[in-house]
């Protein structure tokens, strides 16, 4: 029977496309992605020579049409994106929403995702969590979110790109204070993979002093948490 499935990508090490992606990819007809050069790179690895459709966040409200179609024809689409998860910070809600209305079978398989290989790693509460994925550019906008997001009593998440993390953490101290405690990750399974742990101000001053390239995930701990005196309540 047709379906889509839901495949994640490696976020870095290619090695890290699981068993089950593989197979759903070898498998399938059309796989849909955001950038066929990243997607062929992925594909080329594995020995696969797919059918590709473009499916990005400029053209996803167009394609889901089509693409639910091309199902309803008796094609199995896999939905992957760049890179981790599908649907998370990336292309793939509106075609699994649709999919969904029209009782198509979804396949949603597990893999990469950047938040939580993150939120392991760090050394962080981590049974609740809030992942608030990319903030606005703007300063004020940003600053406003973390008013609102101050008191929060459980650790929050963000993605951030290397143009604009140190201003991010500025913004993030303005409100927060310099002592509240943050994990930053940046080029996780990647060869410079590296986490910091600790105050944001100092945070703040380890990131400034290296080159800031990368892709970053941000987390902040509530504000009750202290490093060294990790309680089993939190
Ligand atoms: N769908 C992806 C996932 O499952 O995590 C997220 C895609 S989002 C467009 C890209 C953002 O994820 C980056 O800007 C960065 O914040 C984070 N990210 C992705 N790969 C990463 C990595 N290897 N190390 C650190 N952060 C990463």
Redesign the pocket.
Known sequence: MSKLVIV?TP??NLDDISARAIDALARCDIVLCEDTRVCSKLLNHLKMDKKMLLYRDDNEERQVPKIIDLIGEGNTVCLT??????????PGYRIVNACRRRKIPIESLPG???????LAASGLPSNGFLFL??LPNKTSARTNMFKKYIDFDYTLI????CHKILKFLKDLQSVIGATRVICV??????IH?IFHVGEVGQIYDEIAATSVK?????IVAPQRFKFNQCSLDL
Do not use: H, Q
């Open positions: 994640p976020i870095g994106s760049d890179a981790g998860t599908p649907a998370i910070s990336d990469a995702c950047a938040l939580i290989t993150a994925g990319f963000f993605y951030e790109s990750a940046r080029e996780m399974t990647k993979e990368g892709e970053y995930v941000i």
